[in-house]
């Protein structure tokens, strides 16, 4: 299984662009990267999945470096309800197990 | 989009009682569902992966016999907490891949966790 590395904690404003990059060095040729937000007391929920270059949705883009050693999710004009953690997995596909890492705790200030 | 369902969201019980957690995937199959603990301001832990028909695959350090995990449908799974004890207070969490929805590469959709207290 990849582990992960993410950074604990982020600050950002409301209105500004935030990025969090993700570390995952030994990624297998068939992981796929996913990224999920969780609130306090809450599932975690999905909010992005990509394999390579750049995806982008209605919430976030995520961006993939051609040795897919690392990954970046960025979210455009942060609000205040973006605080939260926020968590990237690798592999996991089909019955393999799905683990966690740290995750990232961003908090957006007005 | 899929939605997984967890029921009870909170449950207070007293030590040495067993309570039953209830994972469902309302709109979809789920072929394989996970149990999460998690512990306040720590991440996730896997507990176990159940897939459905087969018995679960547990983690090192978490208890078969006190954890009972039981997918015996493509929507239903269900965690047992056995004989429970203030210990075992945490945010249980499961999570879902369904079948044939973008196949293998699937995201996992979570239910909204249940707070179980033990006094």
């Known amino acids: 299984l990849a582990k992960t590395t993410q950074p604990i904690s982020m600050d950002s404003y409301e209105g500004q662009e935030v990025n969090i990059t993700c570390s995952h060095n030994?990624?297998?040729?068939?992981?796929?990267i996913t990224w999920y937000q969780q609130f306090p007391s809450q599932g975690p929920r999905f909010i992005i999945q990509?394999?390579?270059t750049k995806v982008t949705n209605e919430v976030a883009s995520l961006f993939i470096p051609a040795d897919r050693k690392s990954s970046t999710l960025s979210l455009p004009r942060v609000s205040l309800s973006d605080t939260a953690v926020y968590y990237c997995?690798?592999?996991?596909?089909?019955?393999?197990?799905?683990?966690f890492g740290a995750g990232t705790r961003l908090f957006v200030k007005a | 989009g899929a939605v997984v369902s967890q029921h009870p969201s909170w449950v207070i019980c007293k030590s040495g009682t067993s309570v039953k957690i209830e994972c469902r995937s309302l709109?979809?199959?789920?072929?394989?569902m996970f149990w999460y603990r998690q512990f306040p301001k720590q991440s996730l832990m896997l507990m176990a992966t159940?897939?459905?028909?087969?018995?679960?695959?547990?983690e090192q350090g978490v208890e078969k016999d006190k954890f009972l995990i039981n997918h015996a449908s493509l929507t239903l799974s269900t965690l047992t907490v056995t004989s429970a004890h203030p210990e075992d207070s945490s945010f249980y969490i499961c999570?879902?891949?369904?079948?044939?929805?973008?196949?293998?590469?699937?995201?996992?959709?979570f239910g909204n966790g249940t707070r179980l207290t033990v006094t």
């Open positions: 999570s879902a891949r369904g079948s044939g929805q973008g196949g293998d590469n699937s995201p996992l959709h």
């Open positions: 030994n990624i297998a040729t068939n992981d796929y």
């Open positions: 990509g394999y390579k």
């Open positions: 997995l690798v592999g996991g596909t089909g019955g393999f197990k799905t683990i």
């Open positions: 709109d979809f199959q789920a072929t394989t």
């Open positions: 159940s897939n459905e028909g087969s018995k679960a695959t547990y």
